[in-house]
């Protein structure tokens, strides 16, 4: 079956970078878009990204957009998001998710000081 | 800032009925379809309907979606104390280029 399992999350200064990831399973991870969404503490979902089954195409949310990062290698069935000059607002449980029909656990990623 | 807009909270008796709106515009929901979502906290969302009315395999037939225009809803018959949850709907707008979700309901059973 289906299995998205993310790393990565932590507690990080703002400024500093994070990288997550994800590694799928249980379906041919290279035939699939693949999307980031993340839950800030008692605030709703919200998308992040999507890249497209070859890594060719990829959207970003306007809270994002030059600051994150999404990327794959199909050879590793791994899915990254690449978080730079993070913020206090980055707080969140970070999300990745097959076509947002199948989603991983979360990783929860704490900004501060 | 979600662009779709759900009310906060609905509530009914166990094996009553509730109904969830979701309210977008013509780049969202008017022109892609809609999916549902339950979620509880520290779990991972779960599909609940894909293409505004289809229901994944697992899922029972007490849930159910419409779409009409540029608003889609979400009904929970035979309401159960295991359907409290937030319920969140989504789907992509053209315009934006991005995914978009809905403000979330919790329902209280």
């Known amino acids: 079956q289906v299995q998205l399992v993310e790393s990565g999350g932590g507690v990080v200064q703002p400024g500093r970078s994070l990288r997550l990831s994800c590694v799928a399973s249980?379906?041919?991870?290279?035939?699939?878009?693949m999307h980031w969404v993340r839950q800030a503490p008692g605030k709703g979902l919200e998308w992040l990204a999507i890249i497209s089954l070859d890594g060719s195409e990829k959207y970003y949310a306007d809270s994002v957009k030059g600051r994150f990062t999404v990327s794959r290698d199909n050879s590793k069935n791994t899915l990254y998001l690449q978080m730079n000059t993070l913020r206090a607002e980055d707080t969140a449980v970070y999300y990745c998710a097959l076509r947002l029909n199948y989603w991983g656990q979360g990783t929860l990623v704490t900004v501060s000081s | 800032q979600s662009v779709l807009t759900q009310p906060p909270s609905v509530s009914a008796a166990p094996g009553q009925k509730v109904s969830i709106s979701c309210s977008g515009s013509g780049s969202n929901i008017g022109d892609n379809a809609v999916s549902w979502y339950q979620h509880l906290p520290g779990t991972a969302p779960k599909l609940l309907i894909y293409e505004n009315n289809e229901r994944p395999s697992g899922i029972p037939d007490r849930f159910s979606g419409s779409k009409s225009g540029t608003s889609a809803t979400l009904g929970i018959t035979g309401l159960q104390s295991a359907d409290e949850a937030d319920y969140y709907c989504?789907?992509?707008?053209?315009?934006?280029?991005?995914?978009?979700f809905g403000t979330g309901t919790w329902v209280t059973v």
């Open positions: 249980g379906f041919n991870f290279g035939d699939y878009g």
């Open positions: 989504g789907s992509w707008d053209s315009s934006l280029s991005a995914g978009v």
